[in-house]
């Protein structure tokens, strides 16, 4: 308007009949003749708004996002780019030891970038892009195929009457074998397992973060050759078996069902 040479009175009046909702409301408050230019309308029109002006966020307020207990990496890692996106003239340097800064300090990204820390942007792109890969595979992993509905949990049998001497040794090869007949020379740590309402995996992406982080690791899978990479246990940050194929992780969460520390 003003390039075509269009006088402010009548920009005024054009002004106000583009207004709608609350803004509308304001102006039909003002009283008659009480504005003389389109600058004092520009101001009191700002004045009157400017509680609803979105406001930048700043490096103090990017600094208060953490990954929370069971978040996943993705979704951390989409919260904070969407807010430092709000953040004008963010440093890059600043950017990446806040978002270093915020992921979750028992996580495999956390505990390799503080041993091996990064100095760039891309740099932390790159590190974290194949524990991104690897969280996606676990959750595939710990997800029901399709087409298979979970059947109802049914309570364990009572266990036999103790035997006595060698018998009680025979009973307990013969049951070992029924139960894990892939792994027969492994001897079970409890007589007797409490059935879950969630799988192994999931505990312990839920609870990882908590108690249950203090629980000592098992040794990693010595590779003879025969180990199957296609599969990831978590508890064993390995390959070899998934997460809820770990027998480690059964008796660590058998332990704290146990002690109480689990519900």
């Known amino acids: 308007m003003y390039i075509r040479g269009i006088d402010e009175p009548l920009i005024s009046r054009i002004f ?11 102006f039909s408050t003002l009283p008659a003749n009480s504005i003389g230019s389109f600058e004092e309308f520009r101001q ?8 609803n002006k979105k406001h930048p966020k700043s490096e103090f307020a990017l600094g208060k996002i953490r990954q929370q207990p069971g978040e ?16 004008p003239g963010l440093q890059e340097n600043v950017h990446v030891h806040l978002i270093v800064a915020g992921l979750d300090g ?4 956390a505990k390799s970038v503080y041993k091996d820390p990064v100095r760039t942007l891309e740099e932390f792109r790159t590190r974290s892009k194949k524990y991104l890969e690897l969280e996606k595979m676990e959750i595939a992993n ?15 049998p009572p266990p036999p009457p103790p035997a006595k001497g060698k018998e009680r040794v025979e009973h307990k090869k013969k049951d070992q074998r029924q139960r894990i007949p892939d792994m027969r020379d492994r001897i079970d740590r409890y007589d007797k397992y409490t059935p879950l309402n969630a799988s192994h995996s999931q505990i312990w992406r839920e609870v990882a973060t908590t108690e249950m982080k203090k629980v000592e690791r098992p040794c990693p899978i010595f590779d003879r050759g025969g180990l199957d990479k296609s599969k990831y246990c978590v508890f064993h940050d390995g390959p070899g078996h998934t997460t809820n194929q770990c027998w480690d992780l059964r008796d660590a969460v058998e332990k704290f069902v146990r002690d109480g520390r689990l519900r």
């Open 106 to 109: 028992a996580s495999r990204l």
């Open 16 to 26: 106000a009949i583009t207004l709608t909702g609350a803004a509308q409301a304001w």
């Open 44 to 51: 009191k029109f700002l004045l009157n708004f400017a509680t």
């Open 72 to 87: 996943t990496l993705q979704k951390y890692l989409n919260r904070f780019k969407d807010a430092a996106l709000q953040v």
């Open 142 to 156: 710990a997800q029901p195929d399709e087409g298979k509905r979970a059947s109802p949990r049914r309570r364990s």
